[in-house]
């Protein structure tokens, strides 16, 4: 397989900006504690608390952008196990106020938007929502997702979008939108695009016949994709 292009740095931007700024708190939180240490105030006592509860706040979120990263280096590793008329194009940016497109596969059998999540526990989709399940002390606790189906599909529009518009194929070309979980997941219900596994992710995209491409329509595609990239 050929890498158009590596993984940017959507995710690790916003890694360290959470990672600054809850240090940045943090930072805060001692030196009200220091206060504390010789006046004993109360409010700077509860103001402390505060501080320090949202600078781990930050760190939580630095702690999942992290899990996205190690999501996205594995489903690349896994990719790279395809032939060589195989293209991957990471971490794609097309407009200024739209997310990022994790990765999009080219080759022979079609075009893959993959939206890469690395999850774990339980996850439920009914279609086009999703939420984690906790086991709550008294009851279930439901915890929203957001999307996952959702920006795989919005990915692939703009993907089949933006080949149209290049004329380097005729508007009859699929793009496909699918999720991929690579944590330790556990998933219920049905969603309106595939989920697949890290593990079933080769066979899958190996098992699609949806359209069969030739190597210079892969490499013309592939670089329609490209140099549409406005993340870099």
């Not at 010789?38 to 702690?63: C, D, E, P, Q």
């Not at 971490?91 to 938007?113: A, T």
């Not at 009914?126 to 929203?144: F, L, N, S, T, V």
């Not at 330790?184 to 593990?199: A, C, K, Q």
């Amino acid at each position: 397989m050929k890498i158009v292009k590596e993984r940017g740095q959507y995710l690790s931007e916003k890694q360290k900006k959470h990672i600054n700024v809850g240090s940045y708190i943090l930072g805060i939180s001692v030196l009200l504690g220091m206060y504390v240490y010789f006046s004993g105030n109360l409010f700077v006592i509860f103001l402390t608390i505060f501080t320090v509860m949202i600078s781990f706040t930050f760190f939580g979120f630095a702690l999942n952008y992290g899990r996205g990263i190690e999501g996205e280096n594995a489903v690349t590793k896994i990719l790279s196990n395809r032939s060589d008329n195989y293209y991957l194009i990471n971490d794609l940016k097309l407009k200024e106020k739209s997310g990022n497109i994790d990765h999009v596969l080219v080759g022979p059998n079609g075009v893959f938007v993959i939206e890469t999540k690395n999850y774990s526990g339980v996850i439920i989709c009914q279609g086009d929502k999703w939420c984690k399940y906790y086991e709550g002390k008294y009851e279930p606790k439901y915890y929203d997702l957001g999307s996952p189906s959702k920006q795989a599909k919005r990915g692939a529009v703009e993907i089949k979008k933006l080949i149209d518009e290049s004329g380097v194929i005729d508007k009859s070309l699929w793009v496909e939108a699918l999720v991929v979980f690579t944590g330790d997941s556990y998933i219920e219900g049905h969603s309106t695009v595939p989920i697949i596994s890290l593990d079933g992710l080769h066979d899958y995209v190996k098992g699609e016949k949806s359209r069969i491409l030739s190597e210079v329509q892969i490499k013309k595609i592939s670089n329609a994709i490209a140099e549409a990239d406005i993340s870099t």
